[in-house]
Structures are given as C-alpha cells and as structure tokens.
C-alpha cells in the first residue's frame, strides 16, 4: 500500500539559510499534517491542511510556512534557519476520520 | 504542560514477558486515542487505537485497554518479543475533526531482553 512520501529524506543547512520540506500523502488523503521532533522528544505539532485550507496550527515559528496544493501535497518553507530548527520533520496524511499516518521524515541539520 | 502523560519512561521485559504502558489524559474533547510505535531514525508506525465507546480492543498481541471515567489508557504487549524494542508513544485527538492535531504522550522506551 502506498504510504506518505517525503521528501528530502536528509538537508543540511547553513544558519539563515533557507530550506523547503515535501509531503506527498496517502492517495485519496485530503488532510496533511506537519510535526517536529527533536532528539529523545515527541512530536509537536506544527500546522495542518484539510482541503487545501489551514486546519489547526500549533507553534510554528513565524519563520515557517506551509501550504497544501491542489493535488493534496504540501510543503513546509522554512526561512532564516538556526540552529535550533535541526530535528526530525514528520509529515502524516489522514482521509476518512483523523486517523494519521506518518512519512519516514526529513532530518534536518543546521550547521 | 503535557496533555497526555505517559509511564514509565523507560521499560525492560524479558523476552515473553508482558509490557504495560500507561496514559493519562485532561482534555475531556479527545476521543480517539491511537498508539505509535516509532524506531530510531523512522516514523511513527500507527499500531492500535482505540474510541471511547469501547473499554477494550485486541489487535494481536496488542492490547489497548480505556477507562473513560479515569481518562486513563494503557498498552498491553503481550509475549513481547526483541523485536518489539522501540520507542512507543501513545497520543489523543478529536477523531471527528479532520485536521485535529495529535497530542502525544513523552514516549516510553521498551527494551526487550532475549
């Protein structure tokens, strides 16, 4: 069965540098969520889309920002990055019910 | 502050031994409580989860078990076994409202010893 995609699956960066992270979801998803984990920690949430609009938002930085597009997948730009940004980001998909499944993540590094 | 408290931190079993994990919840809108097993380096893997309007669901070796009044909900892993040995994180939503975030618990690191 088809699972969330994303990717890159590794970036690194320079501090004020700026990096974008893809979610492609479960076809037939309308629901994709972002979340952030750091080491030894759960997942926070950061911002989710249900049909192209913003759903929930948790704390995102404003240096961050999302959009999900007209065919469901979603990207998470991320600007002005420091070192503090580096960490696992998780992207899930939910259709029928908020029942959310998790890509593999993108690991973030900032040098 | 966590909204979903989760014990014991840490777990050792012994190979066939059973693993116990335990939740607690505040927030009286979550109804629908999912566990995620997640390995070093991967993604959460939704496991089992549960709804309000049942007390017990067995999926395996896996057993969820929920105490609406308590707002309480635990993990069974029955015959564990060393490949079990990852991080759990139990987690709460509004399971009606699609694009309701999941609040998880802190993790619960379960080591499985041959």
């Known amino acids: 069965a088809a699972g969330v995609i994303q990717s890159p699956r590794h970036l690194i960066k320079e501090k004020r540098e700026t990096a974008t992270l893809k979610c492609y979801p479960i076809p037939r998803h309308d629901t994709v969520y972002w979340y952030q984990q750091g080491p030894g920690q759960d997942p926070q949430f950061l911002i989710s889309?249900?049909?192209?609009?913003?759903?929930d938002k948790g704390s995102i930085p404003d240096r961050f920002s999302a959009q999900q597009f007209s065919d469901y997948h979603s990207e998470l730009n991320m600007s002005s990055l420091e070192l503090g940004d580096s960490a696992l980001y998780f992207c899930a998909s939910s259709g029928i019910k908020n029942i959310q499944y998790f890509g593999a993540g993108t690991r973030l590094s900032v040098l | 502050q966590q909204q979903v408290k989760q014990s014991p931190q840490s777990l050792i079993v012994q190979k066939g031994g059973i693993s116990i994990i335990n939740c607690a919840y505040e927030n009286t809108a979550f109804d629908y409580f999912p566990w995620y097993q997640q390995f070093p380096g991967k993604g959460p893997a939704l496991l089992i989860a549960i709804r309000p309007d049942v007390s017990e669901k067995k999926e395996g070796r896996f057993t969820i078990s929920f105490n609406k009044s308590a707002k309480q909900f635990s993990l069974h892993i029955m015959d564990s076994q060393p490949g079990d040995s990852a991080t759990y994180f139990c987690?709460?939503?509004?399971?009606?409202?699609?694009?309701?975030?999941?609040?998880f618990g802190e993790g619960t690191q379960l080591t499985v010893n041959p």
């Open positions: 889309f249900y049909e192209k609009m913003q759903s």
């Open positions: 987690a709460a939503t509004d399971g009606e409202t699609s694009g309701s975030r999941l609040t």
